[in-house]
């Protein structure tokens, strides 16, 4: 029997887009706030890069700017932060949670516009 080993892109339950847009996050247990540039964008979270290491599992809140004019707010669990080799800077990988259909439905267009 053949066995095909499908991409890690692949699985993904969402769409996801390469985007570089200005997020604000606060790390709700340090009460700590940050900013971060995204790198990819999907309904079901963000890759963003940013100057500090935030630990997995971690709560946060992020605010980013889709448009000049399209602010969304939303919460979210922190699931995997890599230093990026040979700079000061973190990849990290977060996951929404508890996401409104409104603002699903905000990123998903966002997404489809520019996909």
Partial sequence: MYYSAAS?????????LKAKLTAHYELKA???????LTQDISEGGIRMLSDGFIPRLSKVAVQINLTPRKLIELNGEIKWSQRVAYSNY???GLEFRDVSPDIKRSISEYVAARG
């Fill in 8 to 16: 890690y892109d692949d699985r993904r339950r969402a769409q996801r």
């Fill in 30 to 36: 340090e009460n700590k706030y940050a900013n971060a």
């Fill in 90 to 92: 973190y990849q990290t």
